[in-house]
């Protein structure tokens, strides 16, 4: 009895391995590089049609930048004032402010000293009983008064003839910085409005129309990488344990007779379909793994066409 179901069980495994199950089935592929609008702009030039190759860099998809050539154009001045500001910082004071602080100084000490001669005249004249207390008062007023003017005016002067502190240039420098990060900002959002390919590949499509206004973060162009393309097959799920990143399987690409060979670079973890019970030995046999197989010597291969990876001849 043993021996009748082991032999059941391998006549059994024999049949689920049939010639379909050593092929995984799907299509040829290549790379999608998908360029996306940064800003809802109106779509002012589409230089290239639909299905040319293009070369890295090419512009694609031109938006309107009157808005942004405007911000780039404030963020310049922007940059403008803040270094003229700390030219002006690091140059200090002009000539003619210090002469006319200079000046002012002067000023404030004649009449310190007219103040100090009307208060001595005015202390006589109450010794003398000539005069009220009171303008004595007024006159103890006017010379402290000029006196305080001439300190005031003399700080002002130390104020231009000592420079600029350093905490002022520091304040300088981080504003000139800081226009300088801004302008940096406007002008690469003002680039993103020219949509240009970012590598060599098949201009496979564009949603957009001339005149119409995009949305932002909507698709705007899709390429197609120039490379050969990849077998994006499905794998069963017995040969998913089999399968190793590396591996090198024949592929058939239909409308071709001689076969390519595939090196296998990615694998799903997981299967197509996710059961929401335990499968038996018959459920799990038609289980599927996506996976990918880089073509060799393939480049002129179309994309979409069906392919066949054969898994083993076993």
């Not at 190759?53 to 031109?62: C, E, F, P």
């Not at 200079?102 to 000023?107: E, K, L, M």
């Amino acid at each position: 009895m043993r021996i009748a179901a082991i032999t059941l069980a391998v006549l059994l495994l024999a049949a689920c391995t049939d010639d379909s199950a050593r092929e995984a089935l799907g299509t040829l592929e290549r790379d999608r590089i998908v360029l996306k609008a940064t800003a809802g702009e109106i779509l002012v030039d589409e230089p290239v049609p639909e299905g040319t190759m293009v070369a890295a860099g090419t512009l694609l998809v031109q938006l309107d930048d009157t808005r942004q050539q405007a911000r780039v154009a404030y963020a310049k001045a922007e940059l403008a004032q803040a270094k003229a500001r700390q030219e002006e910082l690091r140059n200090g004071a002009r000539a003619e402010d210090i002469a006319a602080a200079s000046a002012r100084v002067a000023g404030a000490r004649a009449t310190v000293v007219e103040a100090e001669a009307s208060y001595k005249r005015t202390k006589k004249m109450l010794q003398q009983k000539l005069t009220a207390p009171a303008n004595l008062d007024t006159a103890v007023a006017n010379r402290d008064a000029a006196e305080a003017a001439l300190q005031s005016a003399h700080e002002e002067l130390l104020r231009l003839t000592n420079g600029t502190r350093k905490e002022q240039l520091d304040q300088a420098a981080a504003a000139v910085q800081a226009a300088e990060a801004q302008l940096a900002l406007e002008l690469q959002q003002l680039a993103d409005l020219s949509v240009v390919a970012t590598r060599d590949a098949y201009l496979d499509s564009l949603p957009w129309h001339v005149g119409e206004r995009v949305t932002m973060g909507s698709t705007v162009a899709v390429l197609l990488a120039d490379a050969a393309p990849y077998a994006r097959v499905y794998v069963p799920e017995p040969w998913r344990a089999r399968l190793q990143v590396g591996d090198r399987r024949p592929v058939h690409v239909d409308g071709i007779a001689e076969p390519f060979t595939g090196t296998l670079r990615w694998i799903s973890s997981e299967a197509a379909f996710t059961p929401y019970f335990a499968l038996n030995a018959s459920d799990r046999a038609r289980l599927v793994y996506l996976a990918e197989f880089d073509l060799e010597n393939g480049e002129t291969l179309p994309t979409g066409v069906p392919a066949q990876v054969l898994l083993g001849d076993d």
